[in-house]
T-cell receptor, first 116, second 111 residues
């Protein structure tokens, strides 16, 4: 257990559905991340939140909408997804020290998303 | 090629042997990290090496960093079947919030 939990672990949805992924960290960290991991591709950073403020939006389509209501929780709202959005979505957290976002990221187990 | 690109893409060894994986990157970095991922799971942090360090050890892991060649290696000694996983290096992009991950090395340790 890394102290980062994600729900659901598996999700199957149609292209017209709306669903949300949830991430919670119990580590007292102040930065949270969403990554997308597709087969045979590098891990793609999607969003970064620091102190509940979005500091990075890595050219992600608007059908993905993040929300960070507090430093312990992060959501990824999904709507009108495409089959190519099927992937493992990973959440991570870290303690941002002010020097750099330079230290260890703790990952959750991921949500395996399948879009039909 | 990608920042933080691992080599080889796949590696199969016998239990007890050593496994070496390499990572190359393109830009200046503050630090480099290695992570492990078991199939379909999240990544687990293994070791972090800063740009002013050349070698670091943690248990059976040894990491080297050569900033002049922009490369790092991860050595796992006396491998075990439980070491079977994908291994990723991640480099920070100076001045940004980003860590760049490679596509990973898939290690299989045969019992």
């Amino acid at each position: 257990e890394t102290g980062v939990t994600q729900t659901p672990r598996h999700l199957v949805m149609g292209m017209t559905n709306k669903k949300s992924l949830k991430c919670e960290q119990h580590l007292g960290h102040n930065a949270m991340y969403w990554y997308k991991q597709s087969a045979k591709k590098p891990l793609e950073l999607m969003f970064v939140y620091s102190l509940e403020e979005r500091v990075e939006n890595n050219s992600v389509p608007s059908r993905f909408s993040p929300e960070c209501p507090n430093s312990s929780h992060l959501f990824l709202h999904l709507h009108t997804l495409q089959p190519e959005d099927s992937a493992l979505y990973l959440c991570a957290s870290s303690q941002e020290t002010g020097r750099a976002f330079g230290d260890t990221q703790y990952f959750g187990p991921g949500t395996r998303l399948t879009v039909l | 090629s990608q920042q933080g690109e691992e080599d080889p893409q796949a590696l199969s060894i016998q239990e007890g042997e050593n496994a070496t994986m390499n990572c190359s990157y393109k830009t200046s970095i503050n630090n480099l990290q290695w992570y492990r991922q078991n199939s379909g799971r999240g990544l687990v942090h293994l070791i972090l090496i800063r740009s002013n360090e050349r070698e670091k050890h943690s248990g059976r892991l040894r990491v080297t960093l050569d900033t002049s060649k922009k490369s790092s290696s991860l050595l796992i000694t006396a491998s075990r079947a439980a070491d079977t996983a994908s291994y990723f290096c991640a480099t920070d992009e100076s001045g940004t919030y980003k860590y760049i991950f490679g596509t990973g090395t898939r290690l299989k340790v045969l019992a």
